[in-house]
């Protein structure tokens, strides 16, 4: 059907996600050590604008999402919506800054996508077996469960069947726990990514939620954006979100969210620590400097904080 069609180009898209990763990471943008088991070819050469973006884009949520567990010294949960073939788990193992238990949602295909890397790669069992307490992880084809880090098979945009199925991984509620959503949202209608905003604020009284994505689409180069992404069918069922900051800060609001702030990546970029910006800006020459520009302008991270224990977590751009 066409929306089997639809949900199978928005899958693909995080090949592209990881395959961008891989080659900004494969100049020096930033350090990845595991993404390379996910995709195994540094493929084609990137745009430096692209390469910049990326690393906006991973410095950025990299620094809420240590915030966070910094704010609450770990003894909170993690749940990566869409992750993909995102490494952040690994990350964060390897840094000593794991949460009490990391999550990732994704579509059941992508998930025996990413099972199966991990099965078959060392460099990613290893710190799961590691981090569990008994002989043997809980496997099957959709889904993995160890101690610290489970992977669960689920859409999105059913919640009752996320629901159960986050229960079933023991997710606790009362701990403080952080949503990620990175380029996800946009893949859904304005309807149902509301909703899924409303039940994390219904049903996780200390949270927070980073979500990444397109903005300020109403323009001519983001009309250009839409056409790249629908040509190859992708449904940008949310695009009517991401008309500008404002709409992106409604959602969380109208939603319950306490406090929320959305800042345009070319404003985040222009924050980030001057000296690494530097040592990135050194690794290739970019002559357009209005390209990168007016690309920055069109994605933006809007984190949302709900906090009946006072967490008083505001985000690190403030
Ligand atoms: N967050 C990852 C990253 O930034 O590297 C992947 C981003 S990729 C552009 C979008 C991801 O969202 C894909 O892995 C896709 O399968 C997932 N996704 C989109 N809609 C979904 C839904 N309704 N349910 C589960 N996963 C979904």
Not at 243 to 254: G, V, Y
Request: aromatic share 10%; hydrophobic share 40%; glycine share 4%.
């Amino acid at each position: 059907t066409d929306s089997d069609t639809a949900d199978e180009a928005v899958r693909a898209t995080c090949d592209d996600a990881s395959t961008c990763k891989r080659f900004a990471t494969s100049k020096g943008y930033w350090t990845d050590l595991h993404v390379q088991y996910f995709v195994r070819q540094i493929g084609e050469r990137k745009a430096p604008e692209i390469n910049r973006g990326y690393y906006g884009r991973v410095r950025g949520m990299n620094l809420l999402i240590d915030a966070f567990l910094k704010k609450t010294q770990c003894d909170c949960q993690v749940v990566n919506l869409g992750a993909g073939l995102d490494t952040t788990f690994w990350r964060l193992k390897d840094e000593n800054i794991m949460p009490k238990k990391f999550f990732e949602v994704d579509f059941p295909m992508i998930v025996a996508r990413k099972i199966h890397h991990i099965k078959t790669k060392p460099p990613l069992s290893k710190p799961l077996i590691e981090t569990h307490s008994t002989d043997s992880l809980r496997l099957d084809g959709h889904s993995l469960d160890s101690d610290r880090y489970c992977i669960i098979g689920a859409d999105l945009r059913d919640l009752p069947a996320l629901e159960e199925k986050l229960k079933k991984f023991q997710i606790n509620p009362e701990l403080p726990t952080l949503f990620l959503s990175e380029c996800v949202l946009v893949y859904m209608t304005a309807e149902q990514s509301s909703k899924l905003v409303n039940w994390v604020a219904d049903t996780f009284p200390v949270a927070m939620f980073i979500n990444y994505e397109q903005v300020n689409m109403n323009d001519r180069f983001g009309q250009i954006m839409i056409e790249n992404l629908q040509r190859r069918q992708c449904n940008l069922a949310g695009v009517d979100v991401c008309q500008s900051l404002d709409s992106q800060k409604e959602r969380f609001l109208s939603a319950g969210w306490e406090s929320v702030n959305a800042l345009d990546m070319m404003t985040v970029y222009s924050v980030l620590p001057r000296e690494d910006v530097a040592r990135i800006e050194r690794l290739e020459f970019l002559d357009e400097r209005e390209l990168l520009q007016q690309l920055l302008q069109h994605y933006c991270i809007c984190w949302a904080v709900k906090d009946k224990l006072s967490l008083e977590f505001h985000g690190s751009f403030d």
